[in-house]
């Protein structure tokens, strides 16, 4: 932290999150700039919530609901980042105000929030939503209305708006890079593909499909189901699972059925020792609920883990848990979520202005070599450059990384053959 940002000595909490918080560039950003060298008539030429000494944002996801079990780390991770810049000096000067809403795990809800948000509150950027459903029910709004959305979720790809950058992975990062290994590392060659019933799962599961039989010829699909969100009875799938015997389990069960489904799991006799599991929807978020326990030895595949040993992740996790309590823990969303607020600061001050217009067209490029996962890169594409990594969950509901990708993996959210 650099020597003229000094915590108010009369503010406790101050002092904690600045010890605790990522070491950031400094060099080229106009750090604690004035409204007097950012004039608010020159930074907000579109009527934001902009003043001279403040800037709005909006945060948007399930507090309440079946998802809430997955999107709470997201609010905290967000709120984190925000309390970090403004006590940095903010964004060109001001301090950011946070309005948050609920989408209550439910999308038509999402969409009349985001309208809200962008209309009513007139906020420069919205932090939000976790389902591929909340963000397509919200995109058009966003592109309606001329908004900005971090969306932090790992999603199935097929998808670039100016309007949204994806702080999270696609598929080829993760779906098809997690497929390769299972093949490659545990000999894979019959798959059961398992869902949520909405276009994320079914989406991904498509692209796991091709990837399988067609694209890269790993073996074949032997079985593929979908349930409702919130379903909790999964007795009928673990039958046809032990009919299928399947080399892998490929699930992406989210939400809260995840505690039933691996709990049953479980009680049903199939655990690591007998079957391999790979997932890309439980993180440390799920396992709490879940219980470590419940599914030890399985294995998940995510660009970020709790346990990643960097310099970096080791100050994001002290800092997590200093405001959130030492028994928090932070899944890979969390981190994702994280990343959205100091990437749009850093494209505004790019930019030297809170125009969405200039913010997008600064976007490309802009790095935050701090990252908790240790380096993010803005594309062309809106979507960030990452590693993929496969972590075996342990007892105590953390994950031990057992492989990485050799290099940062390029986005490509449209893949050829996968459509």
Same mark, same amino acid.
């Given at each position: 932290? *650099?020597?003229?940002?000094?915590?108010? &000595?009369?503010?406790?909490?101050?002092?904690?999150?600045?010890?605790?918080?990522?070491?950031?560039?400094?060099?080229?950003?106009?750090?604690?700039?004035?409204?007097?060298?950012? &004039?608010?008539?020159?930074?907000?030429?579109?009527?934001?919530? !902009?003043?001279?000494?403040?800037?709005?944002?909006?945060?948007?996801?399930?507090?309440?609901?079946?998802?809430?079990? *997955?999107?709470?780390?997201?609010?905290?991770?967000?709120?984190?980042?925000?309390?970090?810049?403004?006590?940095?000096?903010? $964004?060109?000067?001001?301090?950011?105000?946070?309005?948050? @809403?609920?989408?209550?795990?439910?999308?038509?809800? =999402?969409?009349?929030?985001?309208?809200?948000?962008? !209309?009513?509150?007139? $906020?420069?950027?919205?932090?939000?939503?976790?389902?591929?459903?909340?963000?397509?029910? !919200?995109?058009?709004?966003?592109?309606?209305?001329?908004?900005?959305?971090?969306?932090?979720? /790992?999603?199935?790809?097929?998808?670039?708006?100016?309007?949204?950058?994806?702080?999270?992975?696609?598929?080829?990062?993760?779906?098809?890079?997690?497929?390769?290994?299972?093949?490659?590392?545990?000999?894979?060659?019959?798959? /059961?593909?398992?869902?949520?019933?909405?276009?994320?799962?079914?989406?991904?599961?498509?692209?796991?499909?091709?990837?399988?039989?067609? !694209?890269?010829?790993?073996?074949?699909?032997? %079985?593929?189901?979908?349930?409702?969100?919130?379903?909790?009875?999964?007795? *009928?799938?673990?039958?046809?699972?032990? $009919?299928?015997?399947?080399?892998?389990?490929?699930?992406?069960?989210? %939400?809260?059925?995840?505690?039933? =489904?691996?709990?049953?799991?479980? +009680?049903? #006799?199939?655990?690591?020792?007998?079957?391999?599991?790979?997932?890309?929807?439980?993180?440390?978020?799920?396992?709490?609920?879940? %219980?470590?326990?419940?599914? +030890?030895?399985?294995?998940?595949?995510?660009?970020?883990?709790?346990?990643?040993?960097?310099?970096?992740?080791?100050?994001?996790?002290?800092?997590?848990?200093?405001?959130?309590?030492?028994?928090?823990?932070?899944?890979?969303?969390?981190?994702?979520?994280?990343?959205?607020?100091?990437?749009?600061?850093?494209?505004?001050?790019?930019?030297?202005?809170?125009?969405?217009?200039?913010?997008? +067209?600064?976007? &490309? #490029?802009?790095?935050?070599?701090?990252? &908790?996962?240790?380096? $993010?890169?803005?594309?062309?594409?809106?979507?960030?450059?990452?590693?993929?990594?496969?972590?075996?969950?342990?007892?105590?509901?953390? =994950?031990?990384?057992?492989? @990485?990708?050799?290099?940062?993996?390029?986005?490509?959210? /449209?893949?050829? %053959?996968?459509?």
């Amino acid at each position: 932290m *650099s020597d003229d940002v000094r915590p108010d &000595p009369k503010s406790a909490d101050r002092r904690r999150l600045l010890q605790g918080a990522v070491a950031l560039p400094l060099a080229g950003l106009p750090w604690l700039a004035s409204a007097q060298q950012f &004039p608010t008539a020159r930074v907000n030429t579109t009527r934001l919530a !902009v003043t001279d000494t403040e800037v709005t944002v909006g945060q948007l996801h399930s507090a309440t609901g079946t998802m809430a079990i *997955s999107e709470t780390g997201s609010i905290q991770a967000e709120q984190l980042a925000i309390d970090q810049i403004n006590a940095a000096g903010g $964004v060109l000067g001001r301090r950011i105000k946070l309005i948050k @809403e609920d989408g209550a795990s439910d999308w038509p809800t =999402f969409a009349e929030k985001s309208k809200k948000l962008l !209309v009513n509150d007139r $906020v420069a950027a919205v932090f939000g939503c976790w389902t591929s459903a909340s963000r397509k029910a !919200v995109l058009p709004i966003f592109e309606k209305e001329n908004g900005m959305l971090y969306y932090p979720t /790992f999603y199935e790809g097929l998808e670039q708006s100016k309007n949204v950058i994806y702080t999270g992975q696609e598929a080829t990062q993760q779906i098809l890079w997690g497929l390769d290994w299972a093949a490659s590392e545990k000999k894979a060659k019959s798959f /059961f593909l398992i869902g949520s019933d909405y276009i994320w799962p079914r989406t991904s599961n498509k692209i796991a499909r091709a990837h399988i039989e067609r !694209v890269a010829k790993l073996g074949r699909v032997v %079985g593929e189901e979908y349930f409702p969100l919130g379903h909790t009875n999964f007795n *009928s799938l673990i039958n046809k699972i032990k $009919v299928a015997k399947p080399d892998c389990i490929y699930a992406i069960v989210v %939400g809260g059925s995840n505690v039933a =489904f691996y709990k049953q799991l479980k +009680a049903a #006799g199939i655990t690591s020792d007998k079957q391999f599991l790979l997932t890309i929807s439980v993180t440390e978020d799920e396992l709490l609920g879940i %219980g470590g326990e419940n599914a +030890a030895g399985f294995f998940a595949c995510m660009k970020y883990f709790q346990s990643l040993d960097n310099p970096n992740n080791k100050k994001f996790v002290e800092a997590f848990k200093a405001k959130y309590g030492p028994k928090s823990v932070i899944g890979d969303v969390t981190q994702a979520a994280y990343l959205g607020p100091w990437l749009w600061k850093f494209a505004v001050e790019k930019a030297g202005s809170f125009d969405v217009d200039k913010v997008a +067209a600064a976007s &490309p #490029g802009i790095e935050f070599k701090e990252a &908790p996962e240790g380096y $993010v890169k803005i594309h062309e594409n809106h979507h960030l450059w990452s590693k993929a990594r496969i972590g075996q969950i342990q007892p105590d509901g953390q =994950f031990k990384v057992v492989a @990485e990708s050799p290099q940062l993996i390029e986005p490509n959210p /449209f893949p050829k %053959g996968y459509q």
